[in-house]
């Protein structure tokens, strides 16, 4: 079992940078692929960015690509999204999941076994 508690969300002008945590406890952290997916209001849960175990492999949304970074600390049983030129479009609920090493695709919400409870993230114009 994986408990997963994201942080760090809030409200920012277009433009503005917000950097997303999210606290792994539980089984070991390095065993997990992770992934952070959102969720606009009327629209379905979406993948964001994602991470392989090690940190060495990365998959971005085609719309974040180039703003958003996403990170993770083993140590620390923590994994990152550091948002950058944020949009109005990028408001969302955020919610981070965690997958078992070697299932797939990334993209698809069924590959994880584990989720946050999301933490909202609002861009102004």
């Known amino acids: 079992q994986v408990q997963l508690v994201e942080s760090g969300g809030g409200l920012v002008q277009a433009g503005g940078s917000l950097r997303l945590s999210c606290a792994a406890s539980g089984r070991t952290f390095s065993s997990y692929t992770m992934g952070w997916f959102r969720q606009a209001p009327g629209k379905e849960r979406d993948l964001v960015a994602a991470i392989n175990w090690s940190g060495s492999s990365t998959n971005y949304a085609d719309s974040v690509k180039g703003r958003f970074t996403i990170s993770r600390n083993n140590v620390e049983s923590t994994v990152y999204l550091q948002m950058n030129s944020l949009k109005p479009e990028d408001t969302a609920v955020y919610y981070c999941?965690?997958?078992?090493?070697?299932?797939?695709?990334?993209?698809?919400?069924?590959?994880?076994?584990?989720w946050g409870q999301g933490t909202q993230v609002t861009v102004s114009s």
């Open positions: 999941a965690a997958a078992e090493q070697g299932r797939g695709p990334w993209s698809r919400e069924g590959t994880y076994d584990y």
